[in-house]
């Protein structure tokens, strides 16, 4: 016999995440993963400080962009929280939600 479907799991899901752990809700699948380790804090970091001032300022580079770390992001049914995003600026959105 097959399982019963699962529940989509919803934004209020992740307030019951641990705090050492962070979540991310992916095809309506509530996925939860231990925070980074420290090293991967410093890449993505290092990987920030280098992107930020050509795109994000125009130090040195185009600009015209946003660059976020670690910021929320919804797409359709999907709640994602990758370590660095970037918009154009005209694109990014006046209103993020859950912020």
Do not use: C, Q
Not at 22 to 38: A, D, F, K, Q, Y
Not at 42 to 64: K, Q, V
């Amino acid at each position: 016999m097959a399982d019963p479907p699962k529940k989509k799991a919803s934004y209020e899901d992740l307030y019951d995440i641990p705090e050492n752990m962070t979540g991310e809700i992916i095809n309506g699948e509530l996925i939860v993963t231990p925070r980074p380790s420290p090293r991967h804090i410093r890449t993505a970091s290092a990987l920030s400080m280098r992107i930020g001032p050509p795109y994000d300022f125009g130090e040195g580079g185009p600009g015209g962009w946003i660059i976020l770390a670690e910021v929320e992001i919804k797409l359709r049914e999907h709640t994602i929280v990758p370590d660095l995003a970037g918009w154009r600026k005209e694109r990014f959105p006046k209103k993020l939600e859950h912020n």
